[in-house]
T-cell receptor
Framework: KQEVTQIPAALSVPEGENLVLNCSFT??????LQWFRQDPGKGLTSLLL?????REQTSGRLNASLDKSSGRSTLYIAASQPGDSATYLC??????????FGSGTRLLVRP | GAGVSQSPSNKVTEKGKDVELRCDPI?????LYWYRQSLGQGLEFLIY????????KSGLPSDRFSAERTGGSVSTLTIQRTQQEDSAVYLC?????????????FGPGTRLTVL
């Protein structure tokens, strides 16, 4: 059974700092991995999707990497801003089209 | 264009009552998913619809839960005889197709509280 783990559970950093969020999964037989952002009381916003054949994806200040063989992904946020404060969720898609989510990392960027 | 919408945004009900949650997917999206987000459980898959195919109900926690999708568009998730453990945020998502390259777009969710 696929399990997705995110470390750390919570993170507080000063504005401007670069940071890394970690995601690990137990079964490397995935189709893709997606990083989402969730703001309080809101739904999920897709940030980056990495196909199983890809190593990384970039969007603005965000960079996500995928090492499928070791079951790891990282989300790198450059020059963090208070507006980046949210919960970041990692999810893997298996062959049944379901997304299996980690428990998330709550990020607070202090002004 | 319009995103995924869900209604109601909040629902408070008494234990034992039935509730219906609605999801309007993005126009043209053939795949629709329901997830549940509860404290201590994280986000878990409930059910998914793809076109006219039989839905994948493998994530439904009990037979009190059911869902339908009419006309390949709007979906309703029904919970019968609600229990306190059903309290959670119910999220709906849609994607253009249920393929390996698609992105799921999520609605804002319905927060269900069972008293």
């Amino acid at each position: 059974k696929q399990e997705v783990t995110q470390i750390p559970a919570a993170l507080s950093v000063p504005e401007g700092e670069n940071l890394v969020l970690n995601c690990s999964f137990t079964d490397s037989a995935i189709y893709n991995l997606q990083w989402f952002r969730q703001d309080p009381g809101k739904g999920l916003t897709s940030l980056l999707l990495i196909q199983s054949s890809q190593r990384e994806q970039t969007s603005g200040r965000l960079n996500a990497s995928l090492d499928k063989s070791s079951g790891r992904s990282t989300l790198y946020i450059a020059a963090s801003q208070p507006g980046d404060s949210a919960t970041y969720l990692c999810a893997v898609r298996d062959s049944s089209y379901k997304l299996i989510f980690g428990s998330g990392t709550r990020l607070l960027v202090r002004p | 264009g319009a995103g995924v919408s869900q209604s109601p945004s909040n629902k408070v009900t008494e234990k034992g009552k039935d509730v219906e949650l609605r999801c309007d997917p993005i126009s043209g999206h053939t795949a629709l998913y329901w997830y549940r987000q509860s404290l201590g459980q994280g986000l878990e898959f409930l059910i998914y619809f793809q076109g006219n195919s039989a839905p994948d109900k493998s994530g439904l926690p009990s037979d009190r839960f059911s869902a339908e999708r009419t006309g390949g568009s709007v979906s309703t998730l029904t919970i019968q005889r609600t229990q306190q453990e059903d309290s959670a945020v119910y999220l709906c998502a849609s994607s253009l197709v249920a393929g390996i390259t698609d992105t799921q777009y999520f609605g804002p969710g319905t927060r269900l509280t069972v008293l």
